[in-house]
């Protein structure tokens, strides 16, 4: 049976009864297309199905393919109109025809719900099913944009028939009445009842309100840019919602907007979303403040280019596994196109038999975290659990190389670091070793305090799991999160603040800086630095050449020193095997307090040495240096997810 008629299925089977889709489809063992596909597939088919029941009877699909059930023409017009891959059947199959012959028109009436939608783009139309599929308990958040309007305004006008209400409760319990809360932690932030559509109205059609999650204010309200701070980078910036937050923000800082000499600088890899964050820009007046670098890597600006000298601070939100997105683990409402000629409001389902289902609490509770939606709209399926750590294991280290690339900035003081995830793995993780890493320290990055930040995100309740800091109180403290599901109407989310203090900057960052040959003690230092002001040292062993000799310094005779091997994986001491250090069972070079890595006796043993002292100043440049060379080695080589 096929991927459609499987999905079908299931679907007629919730249409009747309702219930968990997740639970429905993981805890199905006759299943035979993969189940996290039949889980994404479905879902997905749910939440679009109010606006492609308009597109299927536009079209008439239902009475020009007498054959097709109106499930699954939802299934196969959401994968010809809206999957990535079109519809996965071969050519030549009957179902698969049955939809592309009506290719033509089907695109027409796409195109047609989506401006009776005021959506620009079909990216943004997804926003909004998104936040369309939202269940009850969440509100509808609207930023007011500052740019073009102020909230007063928009009480007097777009809400002027809303009552207000005093508490987030009141909202998102629905009774039908139109009620709204002004936020008392974001500024210019309002919830809305849930069964209203905001997007039918003129606020939103001339980008005076947008549509944003609270969670989601988070990150451009704790980096608060001011008038000191120069220009700000948004780094991964479609769809946008973020860059025009960040210049409302910077707009309203500024003590005289007739002069505005500040930009927000928005770099958006993929070119398609590229193309949205260019509509959503202009939508909300934002384009005199935003210089959009559409199609560019983030990872592929030189931070030190004249360009970026004046960016002060850093928006970071990249690609994560969208966990903490609402509305993707649990079943919307379908809604079934009709017939036009028969006006059946409930025709035939589907014609398959319906499956006896056993329910294995365990197995459906291992399995529940499998079939992630991240948070660029893309579908990632995660068959088991090794795949789920394999995926947040290569997430983790892109967003921690975004980071450390962020931290490189010359003029930067401040950057946030966001998710959409509520695992551990891509924020409090991603966050302890960004702080331990070279650069940071080099640099002086530190953690934002919770005492010195923004008064609304200081008195936001939930914070970061103190666990997963390694048990460090302040970081836990200092690292802000929230969670669906409870009962405060928001998204899951991760955000976390870092400042930059110069003084803390280490003193080999300053002395790498300086690179004219001195020492920390103000003698003559004895290594060859190349043009850059990084140490010059030797291939093979890594140790400091050393000037008067033209040879790098001697290794101590009892320590051995193996070549590096050639097809060491990320380049860069901490992959090589046989090194002269001291590895940690994941193969990282295991480091004192001081960042100062223990050596390996001959033959090698468990108990390792530590450098005496005319070798530590030595090691000290040689681990250091080596660290930045890997940083940038894999930076070249990472080619980032296909979002
Ligand atoms: C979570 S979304 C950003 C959402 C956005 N900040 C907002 O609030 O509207 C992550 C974005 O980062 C982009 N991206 C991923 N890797 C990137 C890179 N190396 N450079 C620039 N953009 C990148 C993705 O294409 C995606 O559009």
């Given at each position: ?161 809303f ?11 629905p ?23 905001l997007?039918?109205?003129?606020a ?13 204010c ?94 002060g ?14 509305g ?34 365990e ?19 995660v ?27 010359p ?8 998710t ?6 891509e ?55 929230s ?28 002395e ?6 001195a ?7 004895p ?44 380049g ?5 095997d ?54 940038e ?11």
């Open positions: 049976m096929s991927l459609y008629h499987e999905a079908a299925d299931i679907l007629s089977e919730a249409a009747g009864g309702g219930g968990n889709l997740k639970s429905k489809v993981f805890s199905n063992k006759t299943l035979k297309s993969p189940v996290a596909q039949v889980y994404a597939l479905a879902l997905e088919t749910c939440k679009w199905s109010p606006v492609l029941k308009e597109i299927i009877e536009k079209a008439d699909l239902l009475r020009l393919e007498r054959k097709l059930t109106p499930v699954l023409s939802l299934l196969l017009v959401h994968d010809l109109l809206l999957a990535k891959g079109g519809i996965s059947l071969p050519t030549s199959h009957g179902l698969r025809a049955s939809v592309e012959r009506h290719r033509a028109r089907l695109s027409s009436e796409l195109a047609r719900a989506r401006i009776r939608r005021h959506a620009p783009t079909v990216e943004l139309l997804r926003s909004q099913v998104d936040a369309q599929a939202q269940q009850a308990g969440y509100p509808r958040w609207v930023r007011i944009n500052t740019l073009v309007t102020c909230l007063e305004d928009q009480l007097d006008t777009t809400f002027a028939h009552e207000r209400v005093l508490n987030i409760k009141a909202v998102i319990v009774n039908g009445e139109k009620l709204i809360y002004i936020d008392p932690h974001i500024p210019n932030l309002v919830a809305a009842s849930p069964n209203v559509d997007t039918k109205t003129e939103y059609a001339s980008g005076a309100i947008i549509l944003q999650d609270k969670a989601s988070f990150p451009a309200y704790l980096l608060d840019p001011g008038s000191e701070d120069g220009d700000v980078l948004d780094a991964c910036a479609a769809p946008g919602n973020k860059t025009t937050h960040l210049a409302a923000i910077l707009y309203q800082h500024h003590p005289d907007p007739m002069h505005f000499d500040q930009a927000v600088i928005a770099c958006e890899k993929d070119r398609t979303r590229a193309g949205t964050l260019d509509k959503m820009v202009k939508k909300a007046a934002a384009d005199q403040i935003c210089k959009l670098l559409l199609g560019q890597d983030f990872l592929k600006i030189d931070p030190n280019d004249p360009r970026y000298r004046n960016v601070a850093l928006l970071l939100d990249p690609s994560c596994s969208g966990s903490g997105i609402v993707r683990d649990c079943i919307p409402t379908i809604h079934l196109p009709r017939d036009s000629i028969e006006g059946n409001p409930q025709p035939k389902l589907d014609g398959s038999k319906k499956r006896k289902r056993e329910t294995n609490e197995e459906e509770g291992q399995q529940e975290s499998r079939a992630l939606v991240d948070d660029d709209g893309g579908m990632i399926l068959g088991s659990d090794p795949e789920l750590e394999e995926r947040l294991g290569a997430l983790s280290s892109f967003q921690l190389m975004l980071l450390l690339h962020a931290f490189k900035f003029s930067a003081k401040k950057i946030t670091y966001s959409c995830s509520i695992y551990a793995e924020n409090e993780k991603v966050v302890g070793r960004a702080l331990q890493s070279h650069v940071a320290r080099a640099r002086g990055w530190k953690i934002l305090a919770r005492k010195d930040q923004v008064r609304g995100l200081r008195e936001w309740p939930i914070r970061g799991e103190l666990a997963s800091c390694d048990s460090n109180e302040g970081i836990a403290d200092a690292v802000i999160r969670y669906k599901d409870d009962g405060r109407g928001v998204m899951g989310f991760f955000v976390a603040g870092f400042v930059r203090d110069d003084k803390a900057a280490s003193l080999v960052e300053r790498d800086r300086r690179g004219d040959g020492s920390r003690d103000g003698k003559e230092e290594y060859v630095r190349d043009e850059s002001g990084m140490v010059v040292r030797d291939p093979s062993t890594g140790m400091p050449v050393l000037k008067r000799t033209g040879k790098p310094v001697p290794l101590p005779e009892e320590i051995h020193i193996r070549a590096p091997s050639a097809n060491a994986g990320g860069g001491e901490d992959s090589d046989d090194g002269p250090y001291v590895k940690d069972e994941n193969g990282m070079i295991v480091r004192d307090d001081e960042g100062m890595p223990f050596l390996r006796r001959k033959p090698s043993t468990s108990t390792g040495l530590l450098l005496g002292p005319l070798e530590t100043v030595a090691e000290e440049e040689g681990v250091e240096a080596g660290e930045e060379e890997e940083e080695e894999e930076e070249e080589e990472w080619e980032g997810f296909d979002d």
